[in-house]
């Protein structure tokens, strides 16, 4: 029998390896950018075309090669990082595999211009599908120029693969965000498509962070550092009331690489507890710089992931240190007088079920006062220390006060007894049980809502139960769907024009979507830089709206659902409505609650939300007897 085993052509060896190393058009731009700092630059430019399917091209003024040397490094495993197995436990650069610029060659169209400084002349190569097609000596500036075109030119069903160019963009700032932040003190620019998305001059971490992430982020940041004989931990984590519904803006570091851990963000979560609302994540960018020898980076192609020596220590390292920063700065919780008490139901004497007005509550608390005073008469003049004290701890214990008001007449303690109705003390004023009022044999006809997130709605084989946030989401996306689709929208203009910041790679996302976004209703445009100017808002929505809340949690939501294989009025209007929704444990009027039955089952599709969330579930007598059968 013939012998079947051989060695793979390096063409095909290449492709092979090209799947691992090269993914999409970010995988290239990780690579190259990484070169580029490994070879010393200081000015890094990246230029991308058609989110890298086109074009990716990557400019430095680093050390640059000789021709032996730009040949030699598009061969498999050919690195000038490590030389010996001792250097892979003490790597400090970002490459060392020596497989990316082969496995880029396999797979696309490449040009490569680089000179030395100390020389004369460059060289040019130029390799398609592995094959070197030139080699010729050229005058070009000292540093390296990359051109990666045509990327998947000879495997089509990998091109097929590729997501829209906004999604394809999106990966690719993240990975350029990601290098930019590590290394501060390199000047990086980004061209889209001849638009500078990113100009960010050499400068400290918390420059570069505003830079990326907007202006606007510069107040939400706060230091972070803790240096011990294992690690040096710096950086920045964002107060609690920044957090956001995505992880995006969450960045860990290890001696300026890039690494995803799950292990890590659960120590930062930990650090937030009880800070957070649920469901939301922190801003961090977290630099660790340790030992190379007691983390093991050689764990995958990508080499995003990594092994710690002792992973329990880094963990309550990184947890201590940003819970004493967010303490330090006063971030975590305390008595604060000055409250609002809209946001306590009891402050103003209210109840769960009605809030009062402020003229109602503030007239409740006037009268409190007044009869703890006996019949109204003045208290001694206090002084303005006083007053203000005296009025800081009645808002504190005014729930209290309205429960525990003193009863000694018996006047009070028979209104007391009247109020206080239980089964045994209204039942106990009649022989026998009877039904004079109807109380027990009248329909219940009103639907009413129990935990302040389902209402229960009676229907004659039984009754519904139905999630009002899922039963919104479905009335308002087959709303806004059908704006989109029938393009006509009514505007109310605001009074005053509002401006509307946001990050470069969050403006490149909102521009693509931005169209869509009017056709709502709104009225946004353009502003140049990183700002949009709103001139008006959909009819439906109040004058007060926090319009920058609103586009911020669309964009948030869009973020989530930019995957997924919907066109984009779908997701825009699924974002819209996930994020316009009332949610749970918003109370309702018995009004309210009939009107959103109401409109639910006018829907087309009244079952689910846009998720695939049940919005109501019914419940048969039947089966409720049988419940009760045991």
């Known amino acids: 029998m013939a012998d079947i085993i051989q060695l793979l052509p390096d063409s095909i060896a290449n492709q092979i390896a090209a799947g691992e190393v090269v993914q999409r058009p970010a995988s290239v731009v990780k690579e190259l950018l990484e070169n580029a700092i490994d070879a010393g630059s200081s000015e890094i430019k990246l230029i991308i075309k058609d989110a890298g399917k086109g074009l990716i091209q990557v400019i430095d003024n680093g050390c640059g090669m000789s021709e032996t040397d730009a040949r030699m490094a598009f061969e498999r495993h050919a690195t000038s990082k490590i030389k010996k197995t001792e250097d892979l436990f ?155 519904k995505t992880r995006g803006e969450q960045f860990f570091f290890v001696n300026n690489r890039f690494i995803k851990s799950s292990y890590l963000n659960h120590a930062v979560m930990g650090a937030y507890e009880d800070l957070l609302p649920k469901g939301n994540f922190p801003l961090y960018v977290i630099f660790l710089d340790i030992d190379p020898a007691r983390i093991d980076i050689n764990v995958h192609p990508t080499k995003q992931e990594i092994k710690f020596d002792d992973e329990k220590l880094i963990y309550n390292y990184m947890k201590v240190a940003i819970r004493h920063a967010l303490g330090q700065y006063n971030i975590t919780p305390t008595l604060d007088f000055n409250q609002e008490t809209s946001f306590n139901p009891y402050a103003t004497g209210a109840t769960p079920q009605k809030s009062q007005s402020a003229p109602a509550a503030k007239e409740n608390m006037i009268t409190r006062s007044s009869k703890a005073n006996g019949n109204g008469s003045s208290k001694p003049e206090r002084s303005e220390r006083e007053e203000n004290n005296a009025r800081n701890w009645e808002k504190l214990y005014a729930g209290l006060q309205a429960i525990d008001t003193p009863m000694d007449t018996t006047a009070n303690k028979e ?93 490149s996302m909102l521009k693509e979507v931005l169209p869509q976004i009017n056709q ?26 926090n319009v920058q809340k609103v586009v911020e949690d669309l964009l948030e939501q869009y973020k989530l659902d930019v995957d997924l294989a919907l066109d984009t009025k779908e997701r825009i209007a699924q974002s819209m409505a996930r994020t316009a929704a009332i949610k749970r444990g918003q109370l309702l009027s018995p009004t309210e609650m009939k009107e959103l039955i109401d409109q639910l089952f006018a829907c087309a599709v009244p079952y689910k939300n846009p998720k695939g969330r049940n919005c109501f579930i019914t419940y048969e007598l039947d089966e409720l007897e049988k419940r009760f059968m045991g």
């Open 520 to 545: 709502l209703g709104f009225d946004i445009q353009d502003f140049g830089a990183d700002s949009l100017v709103v001139h008006g808002i959909p009819a439906d929505f109040e004058e007060s709206t």
């Open 415 to 507: 209104e007391a007894a009247e109020s206080m109705t239980t089964i045994s003390s209204s039942w106990s004023k009649k022989g026998e049980l009877d039904d004079d009022a109807e109380s027990f044999s009248k329909q219940r006809k009103q639907p009413y809502q129990i935990h302040a997130s389902y209402i229960v709605s009676q229907i004659k084989s039984g009754f519904l139960l139905i999630d009002q946030q899922a039963a919104h989401e479905r009335i308002l996306y087959e709303r806004y769907l059908e704006k989109l689709n029938s393009e006509q929208t009514n505007t109310q203009k605001t009074l005053f024009p509002q401006t509307l910041y946001f990050s470069p790679s969050d403006m």
């Open 90 to 244: 003490a790597i400090r650069t970002m490459g060392f595999r020596g497989e990316a610029l082969a496995s880029i060659a396999a797979v696309a169209q490449v040009e490569i211009r680089t000179r030395r400084k100390a020389d004369e002349l460059g060289t040019r190569i130029v390799i398609e599908g592995s094959e070197v097609k030139h080699q010729e000596v050229c005058q070009c500036a000292a540093g390296t120029n990359f051109q990666i075109k045509n990327l998947f030119y000879n495997i089509p069903a990998r091109r097929n693969f590729l997501k829209s160019n906004a999604v394809e963009m999106r990966h690719i700032m993240d990975e350029f965000q990601r290098i930019a932040i590590a290394h501060a003190d390199i000047f990086f620019s980004l061209h889209h498509n001849n638009t500078e998305v990113f100009h960010l001059p050499a400068s400290n971490l918390r420059q570069r962070i505003v830079g990326i992430l907007g202006n606007h982020c510069n107040k939400k940041l706060v230091p972070v550092s803790e240096d011990t004989d294992v690690i040096k931990l710096r950086g920045f984590v964002g107060k609690p009331t920044f957090s956001k």
